[in-house]
């Protein structure tokens, strides 16, 4: 009975001391597990030991900052702006041009075989005496426009030495009318007046005009001469094949003296003798 209880105290014994054997030796292998990798969490029923070992220093991945020279600026782009259409878009092209003006054609001027120009017989054509032309009537016949048909000059008598004249000329203007043009001459030896407006007074053919004068300074010392005065280019009726007189008045508001005769007034005219 003693030696049952003494090989069961034995046997635990040893239980026990391979236990301790087997606790001591595993705990060595925590701990050099441990010290092979510090950050493995180690779970053991042992008091928890407090890690005192410092943690490797991190590296940073961002990029070092390499210092620079002081920033340049750059003046703004005046490019065209690049399309950003998708492709297979054609873009067109918007133009800012104004539409070029369509070009008229010009309507050519009939001519005859002289290469003046021909005009209907309503047309009334403002002429200088002298210059011809030639258009032509509603029957086709030519009228020499600008021709001269007759020419004359009244003169006045004050029985001094200053007096007027009044030439005039005439000139087929159209089919119906022809230009009277009536040009009035101061003849004197030493002459002084000032520009004086409606001085001279013109009827021709029921129409009347009242011109300037103006200014005349003559010594006379070279003799007798003729100093314009003022000009009118009237129009009046006349057709072809027609015998007309026209009355032609001319007044001048002298109102002054000359060789010691008082004249207020210078006159001259007559009837205009044309046959178309």
């Known amino acids: 009975m003693k030696n049952n209880r003494t090989t069961a105290l034995l046997m635990l014994l040893v239980f026990l001391l391979v236990v301790a054997v087997v606790i001591i030796f595993l705990t060595g292998l925590d701990r050099s597990s441990a010290r092979d990798n510090p950050y ?29 020279s002081a920033p340049v600026y750059y003046p703004a782009s005046t490019a065209a702006p690049v399309s950003t259409a998708s492709p297979g878009s054609a873009a067109v092209p918007v133009s800012t041009a104004a539409p070029a003006a369509a070009s008229a054609t010009p309507t050519p001027t009939p001519t005859d075989a002289d290469g003046n120009p021909l005009f209907s017989a309503q047309d009334l054509i403002p002429v200088v005496p002298g210059a011809t032309t030639a258009t032509a009537d509603a029957s086709g016949v030519s009228i020499p426009v600008g021709t001269s048909i007759g020419s004359g000059s009244f003169r006045s008598d004050t029985g001094t030495g200053l007096n007027i004249h009044a030439d005039w000329s005439a000139a087929i203007n159209s089919q119906n009318s022809v230009d009277i043009t009536v040009t009035v001459y101061a003849d004197c ?39 314009e005065i003022n000009s009118r280019t009237f129009t009046v009726p006349l057709v072809s094949g027609e015998f007309r007189e026209i009355p032609l008045d001319v007044t001048w508001l002298y109102r002054g003296t000359y060789s010691g005769v008082e004249l207020d007034t210078i006159e001259c005219g007559g009837n205009l003798v044309l046959n178309r």
């Open 40 to 68: 493995e969490t180690v779970t053991s029923t042992a008091e928890p030991v407090v890690a005192t070992e410092t943690p490797p220093p991190q590296t940073s991945t961002e990029p070092a900052v390499t210092a620079t």
């Open 189 to 227: 030896y030493s002459l002084y007046t000032t520009a004086t407006p409606g001085a001279l007074n013109i009827a021709l053919d029921g129409q009347y005009v009242s011109l300037a004068s103006p200014a005349i300074e003559r010594d006379g010392t070279g003799g007798a001469a003729s100093v």
